[in-house]
């Protein structure tokens, strides 16, 4: 929500604002073919074009980006636009130039003469928007540009990159307070889809953003399905989740540069259009997989953290985790890449103990501070509780960012439907018992050993270590044999989640007990699992309501012809096919089959440059159809 209007700056009102308002809606239907803003965007449009800055919240697909450029095209002069990453850069300029609208970028992809090119355009105020990389916009020859130039505003994207104890951190968005300092008369609009409270008034602080009116929508994404499940046999689970997105376009995580690279292989072999893609390639190849991505249909990415910052792709249909994230907010941002058009999409993740026990060692041997080592526990612990609860996966997540989720036309509580904990309600157990015995394995083993070695001593097992430490012997041998290893590995994990065990980093991942161990000891306190339920490999891929309807069987042929028209026009122009149209729009078309111009500028996504671009295109490919 934003904040009252009493702590926001002067912004036009009664007949100004209307005319204002009215300015706005024509850009949009005009240059972007929409017919009206969504939520927030029409306020922040016009708090931004009046002359006053915001900082703007809003999740990934929720059309950050109109917020600042239909601002641009309402005032004088041309709109800079802070972008922490090329391939976004490139990816929205190509966008915008299919509108009309004149954009350029600056960056190490280009030669001096065109960079010279971009800079007379700017001094001539022959450019809308112009993008720039926080490192280029720092040097004095740009900003010796800028005071010749005349500018329309500042739009700081991915601010999050200004928290030093984000995901993203950037230490040159720290130094963006001159653009206030020495522009002070030009509005500046801070923009994010990635911040909790405390990073959203780090933002505020770091950006001199504190008067700044505050435009917070809904961080929820009702198209995409959360899903998790225990890692078992983690490669063969990812491959009956991609056996139902076949075709599709999606990004799989992975935490290692050796399982990136052992992953794309194995899909590959699985007849997947795969790459790989992390720091250790060069960037030759990064950049060609990453242009493939992009610019192909049905290419599956498998990547580190290292891809995906800034990726404008809006048909991603999945993005699955084969290991835990680092962060409740980097899960979120990551599986933000998903369903950018609002269509349905899925986030699947698979984790197990090991995941925990890898990141907790990662943390503890860092360079980084005691404070930032707390915060990172912290986080991870968050990730760790939303994986294991047994509640509405969308209301932990939304949680994490202070937002109570409320369904549309529901209530706060209800639960969202398109989770797997809410289309298969998790049944629990009453484990106390279980986790008696597994607390007194550690305890009577010296708290030194890892899951997977209690377990055998809990089933009774016959192991060399066993039997080097004697641990035959202990009163706690066997007592679990009633219990498969399935289950225990549920047992530990959960109980490392729910605080009752702590894992010694240093000590090689060790479990060992916690105050709270012991209540549960002295049959103090009860303990309720959440039951490990058996694999499936058969999926079922249910489409939530609300979410894009499915065409008509008659009209799938029309919907691949205009595909097919798609990516011609687009290898013919070297740009990715969604810029063209997104398959909502070619959805649009094939469901309402215009037979005139008048009737086809009426699509969504269809403003007038499209219009008088492809129109007579669209309009034959119909023509044959409809034969």
Same mark, same amino acid.
């Given at each position: 929500?934003?904040l009252p209007?009493?702590?926001s700056p002067? &912004?036009?009102?009664g007949?100004?604002?209307s005319?204002?308002?009215?300015?706005a809606?024509?850009?949009?239907?005009r240059?972007?073919?929409?017919?009206d803003?969504?939520?927030?965007?029409?306020?922040?449009?016009?708090h931004v074009?009046g002359g006053?800055?915001?900082?703007?919240l809003?999740p990934?697909?929720?059309?950050k980006?109109?917020?600042?450029q239909?601002?641009?095209?309402?005032?004088?002069?041309?709109?800079i636009?802070?972008?922490p990453l @090329?391939?976004l850069?490139?990816?929205?300029v190509?966008?915008? &130039?299919?509108?009309?609208?004149?954009?350029?970028?600056?960056?190490?992809?280009? %030669?001096?003469?065109?960079?010279?090119?971009?800079e007379q355009?700017?001094?001539?105020?022959?450019?809308?928007?112009?993008?720039?990389?926080?490192?280029?916009?720092?040097?004095?020859?740009?900003?010796?540009?800028?005071d &010749?130039?005349r500018?329309?505003l500042?739009?700081?994207?991915?601010?999050?990159?200004?928290?030093?104890w984000?995901?993203?951190?950037?230490?040159?968005?720290?130094?963006?307070?001159?653009l206030?300092?020495?522009w002070?008369?030009?509005?500046?609009?801070?923009?994010?889809?990635?911040?909790d409270?405390p990073?959203q008034r780090?933002?505020?602080?770091?950006l001199?953003?504190?008067?700044a009116r505050?435009?917070?929508?809904?961080f929820?994404?009702?198209?995409?399905?959360y899903t998790?499940?225990?890692?078992?046999?983690?490669?063969?689970?990812?491959?009956d +989740?991609?056996?139902?997105?076949?075709?599709?376009?999606?990004?799989v995580?992975?935490?290692?540069r050796?399982?990136?690279?052992?992953?794309?292989?194995q899909?590959?072999?699985?007849?997947?259009?795969?790459?790989?893609?992390?720091? $250790?390639?060069?960037?030759a190849?990064?950049?060609?997989?990453q !242009?493939?991505?992009? !610019?192909?249909?049905?290419? @599956?990415?498998?990547?580190?953290i290292? +891809? $995906?910052?800034?990726i404008?792709?809006?048909?991603?249909?999945?993005?699955?985790h084969?290991?835990?994230?680092?962060?409740?907010e980097?899960?979120?941002?990551?599986?933000?890449?998903?369903?950018?058009?609002?269509?349905p999409?899925?986030?699947?993740?698979?984790?197990?103990?090991?995941?925990?026990?890898?990141?907790? =060692?990662?943390?503890?041997?860092?360079?980084?501070?005691?404070?930032?080592k707390?915060?990172e526990?912290?986080?991870?612990?968050?990730?760790v509780?939303y994986?294991?609860t047994?509640?509405?996966?969308r209301?932990?997540?939304?949680?994490?960012?202070?937002?109570?989720?409320?369904?549309?036309?529901?209530?706060?509580? %209800?639960?969202?439907g398109n989770? %797997?904990?809410?289309?298969?309600?998790?049944e629990?157990?009453?484990?106390? #018992?279980a986790?008696?015995?597994?607390?007194?394995?550690?305890?009577?083993t010296g708290?030194? +050993?890892?899951?997977?070695?209690?377990?055998?001593?809990?089933? $009774?097992?016959?192991?060399?270590?066993?039997?080097?430490?004697?641990?035959?012997?202990l009163?706690?041998?066997?007592v679990?044999?009633?219990l498969d290893?399935?289950t225990?590995?549920g047992? +530990?994990? =959960?109980l #490392?989640?729910a605080?009752l065990?702590?894992i010694?980093?240093?000590?090689?991942?060790?479990l060992?007990?916690?105050?709270?161990? *012991?209540?549960?000891l !002295?049959?103090?306190?009860?303990v309720?699992? *959440?039951k490990?339920?058996?694999?499936?490999?058969? *999926?079922?891929r249910g489409?939530?309501?609300?979410?894009?309807?499915a065409?008509?069987?008659?009209?799938?042929p029309?919907?691949?012809?205009? !595909?097919?028209?798609?990516?011609?026009?687009?290898?013919? =122009?070297?740009?990715?096919?969604?810029?063209i149209?997104?398959?909502?729009?070619l959805?649009?078309i094939?469901?309402a089959?215009?037979?005139?111009?008048?009737?086809?500028?009426? @699509?969504?996504? @269809?403003g007038?440059?499209?219009?008088? &671009?492809?129109g007579e295109? #669209?309009?034959?490919?119909i023509?044959?159809?409809?034969?």
């Amino acid at each position: 929500m934003a904040l009252p209007d009493s702590l926001s700056p002067a &912004r036009p009102s009664g007949p100004a604002a209307s005319s204002a308002g009215s300015a706005a809606l024509e850009v949009l239907r005009r240059v972007f073919g929409h017919a009206d803003f969504r939520g927030e965007q029409a306020a922040v449009v016009a708090h931004v074009a009046g002359g006053a800055d915001a900082l703007v919240l809003m999740p990934t697909g929720g059309g950050k980006s109109l917020c600042y450029q239909v601002p641009a095209l309402l005032r004088e002069g041309c709109g800079i636009v802070v972008s922490p990453l @090329i391939a976004l850069m490139q990816d929205q300029v190509d966008a915008l &130039r299919q509108l009309g609208v004149r954009a350029a970028y600056l960056n190490s992809t280009l %030669d001096a003469f065109d960079a010279e090119q971009i800079e007379q355009q700017l001094l001539a105020g022959e450019l809308d928007l112009l993008y720039v990389a926080p490192e280029r916009l720092l040097t004095p020859r740009f900003l010796s540009l800028l005071d &010749r130039s005349r500018l329309a505003l500042f739009a700081i994207d991915e601010a999050h990159c200004v928290s030093q104890w984000g995901h993203d951190f950037r230490r040159e968005y720290r130094e963006l307070t001159l653009l206030h300092e020495r522009w002070p008369q030009i509005p500046r609009i801070a923009l994010t889809a990635t911040a909790d409270p405390p990073t959203q008034r780090e933002i505020a602080e770091r950006l001199q953003l504190e008067g700044a009116r505050r435009f917070v929508s809904s961080f929820d994404r009702p198209n995409i399905r959360y899903t998790v499940v225990q890692k078992e046999q983690a490669r063969q689970q990812l491959r009956d +989740f991609l056996g139902a997105h076949r075709g599709e376009a999606g990004i799989v995580y992975c935490l290692s540069r050796k399982k990136v690279e052992s992953t794309a292989e194995q899909l590959v072999e699985l007849g997947f259009d795969a790459l790989p893609y992390h720091a $250790g390639l060069d960037a030759a190849t990064r950049a060609a997989h990453q !242009r493939r991505f992009v !610019r192909e249909e049905g290419v @599956i990415i498998v990547a580190t953290i290292a +891809f $995906g910052m800034g990726i404008d792709k809006p048909d991603v249909r999945f993005v699955a985790h084969l290991d835990l994230p680092k962060s409740i907010e980097g899960y979120y941002q990551e599986t933000g890449r998903a369903g950018r058009d609002g269509e349905p999409a899925e986030a699947w993740l698979c984790h197990g103990l090991g995941d925990v026990v890898l990141l907790k =060692q990662m943390i503890e041997q860092s360079e980084a501070g005691e404070e930032r080592k707390r915060l990172e526990r912290r986080k991870l612990d968050a990730l760790v509780g939303y994986c294991e609860t047994t509640r509405c996966r969308r209301q932990v997540l939304l949680a994490n960012f202070g937002e109570d989720y409320v369904p549309d036309g529901g209530q706060a509580g %209800d639960p969202c439907g398109n989770c %797997d904990n809410c289309l298969q309600p998790a049944e629990t157990w009453d484990a106390t #018992v279980a986790a008696q015995k597994a607390l007194s394995c550690v305890f009577r083993t010296g708290q030194r +050993f890892g899951a997977a070695h209690l377990i055998d001593v809990l089933r $009774g097992g016959d192991t060399a270590r066993i039997a080097q430490f004697g641990h035959d012997r202990l009163p706690t041998y066997g007592v679990g044999a009633d219990l498969d290893a399935r289950t225990w590995r549920g047992v +530990f994990r =959960q109980l #490392v989640a729910a605080g009752l065990l702590d894992i010694d980093a240093e000590g090689y991942g060790s479990l060992r007990l916690t105050a709270d161990s *012991r209540a549960i000891l !002295r049959g103090e306190r009860s303990v309720l699992l *959440r039951k490990e339920l058996p694999r499936k490999r058969e *999926r079922e891929r249910g489409v939530r309501g609300g979410a894009a309807p499915a065409l008509a069987a008659a009209d799938l042929p029309l919907f691949d012809a205009l !595909r097919e028209l798609r990516a011609r026009l687009a290898r013919e =122009q070297n740009v990715p096919a969604y810029v063209i149209f997104h398959d909502s729009t070619l959805r649009g078309i094939a469901d309402a089959r215009p037979d005139s111009l008048d009737a086809l500028a009426r @699509i969504g996504g @269809i403003g007038t440059t499209k219009l008088e &671009r492809y129109g007579e295109h #669209v309009l034959a490919v119909i023509r044959e159809a409809s034969a």
